[in-house]
């Protein structure tokens, strides 16, 4: 290698993994910082951080100073035979970085150092740090390493979300705090019919994401799920029952599932001549019953972790998974209010309507989709048949990409979705229904409408910013123009519209 990589890099070098993508390169370099930054996609360190040229002390590197990346540490590990391993822990058995590469050796191997015979020791110390990743709240203690296992999944599933500065910004948005700042400017009753109007735009945008009208039954069942969410108990909020009946109630009735998938599904766009182009490939069947067990492991020992993180987690995880053959998309956008309202960062009966948010602004989302499936895309090959069927040809090479994610860019997403969908979707229904009431109660004083005839009125007025449009003039023949022009001014000073 002419370029004097280090860690990951120096890894995938080395072991010609070359098709694995890193978001961080860490290199030898003249004029580097000589306290690294963490951010950094490219990043220089002085000769004097130059580990030995062998494997395990670039792994002991990339834990100090790389990003996590446990789908390349165990395509390392699996090619380092236990001998070796043993000897290298056996050279400094109480070292704290030592002990963190050697219970990851265990870990994604499977393979038996018995840390015992060689001596290790030590105080415990957590094997993530917490101010650099989103983390286990309550770390599971290893005593045969010292360490503190606080990784947020096991071995079926076990994802990597990297505390970035655009991360922690998300996570500290204090939704309890702006909520109640809203309640002391709104009443109960207004917050009331917001969340009323709100559960059914959220029900119909996630169902115009997938371009698909749902019938008036399906809505109010998808409305009432979504009214029940975070009900669940923990254990069974991921099972395969509670998914089911979700799923039943989502699609139509013959496309109902009783179990996951065992069928190669994929994400894909007719062209011309009914050729596909392929956006996205879903675990092979082999893989999605021991992900869903290790997306349900997941959901359970990160309990106390970030709501945020927990839910961006735990609905991205599902739909890479796509255990179903139809209503994925639907299902994970679920997830994540059950997820919110699971961990009490959304009261019961209100509703961020994220599926809104992201309708609006469908550029972003497709780019937080693609952080996953594009470069999967570049590894997984696959034949596709004359009749769409899809049959992915090198399944064991790909397993570790969809087991051990690194969902950083879902997380960011989804904390910017939730703001967007607080800012841009409740606040404005909220400012949108106080007006509406002003309105309604400053017209009454002027003409005692009946209700329907006043809503209309107002309805009409709302159309044309504040004043009756000629060609709407006859709808209202019982009022004379000074009333009407009266209650326009009304309207226009309740919904605070200046004269152009």
């Known amino acids: 290698m002419n370029t004097k990589y280090l860690g990951n890099a120096w890894l995938r ?11 961080k390169v860490c290199l030898v370099g003249s004029g ?7 951010e950094d996609e490219l990043v220089a360190f002085p000769k004097t951080y130059e580990p030995k040229p062998a494997a395990l002390e670039h792994v002991q590197f990339a834990l100090k100073y790389d990003y996590l990346r446990l789908d390349l540490l165990k395509e390392v590990f699996l090619r380092i035979p236990v001998e070796e391993m043993s000897q ?15 219970f990851l050796y265990e870990f994604l191997t499977g393979r038996d150092l018995n840390p015992q015979s060689l001596g290790v020791g030590g105080n415990y110390v957590d094997l993530l740090d917490p101010e650099k990743y989103v983390v286990a709240s309550d770390a599971q203690k290893i005593p045969e390493w010292r360490i503190g296992n606080n990784l947020l999944g096991g071995k079926e599933f076990c994802p990597v979300v990297r505390l970035t500065p655009q991360l922690k910004e998300g996570l500290n948005l204090n939704i309890e705090s702006r909520l109640n700042a809203l309640s002391s400017h709104y009443s109960p009753e207004v917050f009331k019919r917001a969340a009323g109007y709100l559960y059914q735009k959220e029900t119909k945008s996630s169902y115009d994401i997938e371009s698909e009208k749902p019938t008036p039954e399906k809505e109010a069942r998808f409305v009432a799920a979504l009214q029940d969410a975070g009900t669940a108990a923990i254990d069974d909020a ?52 021991s992900l869903m ?23 991205f995880g599902f739909v890479f998974i796509h255990p179903f053959e139809d209503g994925n998309g639907r299902l994970h956008r679920f997830l994540i209010h059950d997820v919110l309202a699971m961990d009490g960062y959304i009261p019961r009966g ?8 992201m309708l609006k602004n469908m550029g972003s989302y497709d780019r937080c989709l693609e952080a996953f499936s594009k470069p999967l895309l570049k590894r997984i090959k696959y034949n596709l048949s004359d009749d769409d069927q899809l049959q992915v040809l ?17 997380a960011e997403y989804l904390a910017t979705a939730i703001e967007g969908a607080l800012t841009q979707e409740l606040e404005p229904e909220l400012i949108f229904l106080s007006a509406y009431d ?16 006043l809503d209309l009125l107002i309805k009409l007025l709302h159309q044309n910013r504040g004043r009756l449009a000629h060609s709407k003039r006859d709808k209202f023949s019982e009022l004379t123009d000074a009333e009407i022009e009266a209650m326009s001014a009304k309207f226009r000073e309740a919904f605070g519209i200046t004269e152009q």
């Open 13 to 23: 070098e080395y072991y010609d993994l070359r098709d694995l993508e890193l978001a």
């Open 32 to 38: 580097a910082r000589k306290s690294p930054v963490w």
């Open 88 to 102: 290298w822990v056996g050279r400094q058995p109480t070292g704290k970085w030592v002990r963190r590469v050697g």
């Open 238 to 289: 991921l099972s395969l029952k509670r998914l089911v009946a979700l799923q039943n109630i989502i699609v139509a009735q013959r496309y109902a599932e009783t179990r996951y998938r065992d069928l190669q599904n994929y994400v894909g766009q007719n062209l011309p001549n009914y050729r596909q182009k392929i956006h996205y490939v879903p675990p092979p069947p082999q893989f999605v019953e």
């Open 293 to 315: 067990v290790g997306l349900s492991g997941f959901l359970k020992k990160s309990r106390g972790a970030s709501p945020i993180a927990r839910a961006a987690i735990t609905s």
């Open 350 to 357: 209100i509703i961020l309507p994220v599926s809104a948010w």
């Open 394 to 410: 090198n399944p064991d090479k790909v397993e570790l990409d969809y087991r051990f994610p690194d969902m950083t860019a879902q």
């Open 438 to 453: 002003r309105a309604r109660e400053s017209l009454a004083t002027i003409v005692d409408m009946p209700d329907r005839r």
